[in-house]
C-alpha cells in the first residue's frame, strides 16, 4: 500500500554537518592547548638528550685516555662553545711533555690537534655552553672547581683545550652541554685520575 503524497515520511531528518568554520576554530583550539602543554611534554625528551651528549663527552675523553696512555703523549679534547662539534687529537704543544700531576691542573691555551684527530656531534639541539660559572665556582651537583674557564673562546672559534696525559692524569675541567630547552647537564674531569662523569639535567635560571 503507497502512502498518498501528502504523508509525512518516516525517515529521520539528517544531522546538520559541521561548518568549515567550526572545524577550523576546534583546530585552533587544539594547537593552542598542544602549544601551552608542549614544554611539559618535551622536558623528558630534552633530559634524554641531554644524557646522550653528555654520554657522548665521557666516551670521548674515556677514548682520548686511552690513545694518551697507550702511545705515550697527550691528547687534547676540544669542542666549539655555542655549537654541537667536537674534536680529539693529539696536543702537540706537550707532544714531549711527561704529563705530571702538576700540568694537569694548569689551563693551557692555544696548540692545535693534529695526529689522530676525530671528533663527533651532539645530538639534536644540544650544544656546547658559550661559557661556564662552574669551572669558578663548584655548579650544581658538584664535581669540584677549577680557576680557569675551557669553554673560554679562542682566535680560532674552538674551546681551550682539555688534555688528557700518558700517566693518565689530566686537566681538571666542566663540560657544560645546553639544550634549547633550557636545560644544562654538567661533565666532570677529574684531574688526578683522568675520568669523567656526568651529574644530572637541570633548570637554567629563568628556563621553563
Known amino acids: 500500500m503507497r502512502c498518498g503524497a501528502g504523508s ?3 525517515r529521520p531528518a539528517g544531522r546538520r554537518a559541521f561548518t568549515l568554520l567550526e572545524l577550523l576554530l576546534v583546530l585552533v583550539v587544539v594547537v593552542a592547548v598542544l602549544a601551552l602543554a608542549w614544554p611539559a611534554l ?3 625528551f630534552a633530559n634524554q638528550r641531554l644524557r646522550r651528549g653528555a654520554d657522548q663527552v665521557r666516551a670521548a675523553l674515556a677514548r682520548a685516555r686511552n690513545r694518551a696512555m697507550v702511545e705515550g703523549v697527550p691528547y687534547a679534547f676540544r669542542f666549539l662553545p655555542g655549537g654541537g662539534e667536537f674534536r680529539v687529537g693529539v696536543y702537540e704543544a706537550l707532544a714531549d ?4 700531576a702538576a700540568q694537569a691542573s694548569a689551563p693551557l691555551a692555544g696548540g692545535a690537534t693534529a695526529g689522530g684527530e676525530y671528533g663527533g656531534v651532539l645530538p639534536p639541539d644540544v650544544y656546547f655552553a658559550l661559557s661556564n660559572a662552574a669551572d669558578t665556582e663548584t655548579s650544581a651537583g658538584g664535581g669540584g672547581s677549577t ?3 675551557v669553554h673560554a673562546v ?4 674552538w674551546s681551550l683545550p682539555v688534555v688528557l696525559f700518558p700517566d693518565g692524569t689530566s686537566s681538571s675541567a666542566t663540560i657544560t652541554l645546553a639544550s634549547d630547552a633550557g636545560r644544562m647537564i654538567d661533565v666532570y674531569l677529574r684531574g688526578l685520575s683522568g675520568t669523567a662523569r ?5 633548570v637554567v ?4
Open 147 to 149: 680557576a680557569w674557564d
Open 154 to 157: 679562542q682566535a680560532d672559534g
Open 198 to 202: 656526568a651529574g644530572e639535567p637541570y
Open 42 to 44: 618535551d622536558r623528558p
Open 8 to 10: 509525512t515520511s518516516l
Open 97 to 100: 711533555s711527561s704529563g705530571a
Open 205 to 208: 635560571a629563568g628556563g621553563p
